[in-house]
């Protein structure tokens, strides 16, 4: 198992950039594939995107491609979250997950660990 702490949420103004960091408490960081996802007020809660192990294989949600980027750091047991170009639509929760699945996996189900989520509010 691992314990996951997002951070870097606010609120920002449409156009306007913010990163999302979620920090990884373990030795096994490396070996987990890592998404982000949200939800919106009333909305359940959807893919962002996602990256594995490597970094080799990224996956992102049709209404972000283009705009925001997920990397992480192994030596650092982080997964970042760019994200530009902001849209009033992005505000929602952001939450950061793990999974022991090969691959960037874009289902909720196939990630076991979650983080409690940062809020990310974009003002028009």
């Known amino acids: 198992q691992v314990q996951l702490v997002e951070s870097g949420g606010g609120l920002v103004q449409a156009g306007g950039s913010l990163r999302l960091s979620c920090a990884a408490s373990?030795?096994?960081?490396?070996?987990?594939?890592m998404g982000w996802f949200r939800q919106a007020p009333g909305k359940e809660r959807e893919f962002v995107a996602a990256?594995?192990?490597?970094?080799?294989?990224?996956y992102y949600a049709d209404s972000v491609k283009g705009r925001f980027t997920i990397s992480r750091d192994n030596a650092k047991n982080t997964v970042y979250l760019q994200m530009n170009s902001l849209k009033p639509e992005d505000t929602a929760v952001y939450y950061c997950a793990a999974s022991i699945r090969v691959g960037a996996p874009r289902a909720q189900y196939e990630y076991r660990d979650w983080g409690q989520g940062t809020q990310v509010t974009v003002s028009s």
């Open positions: 373990g030795r096994t960081f490396s070996s987990y594939a």
């Open positions: 990256i594995n192990w490597s970094g080799s294989s990224i």
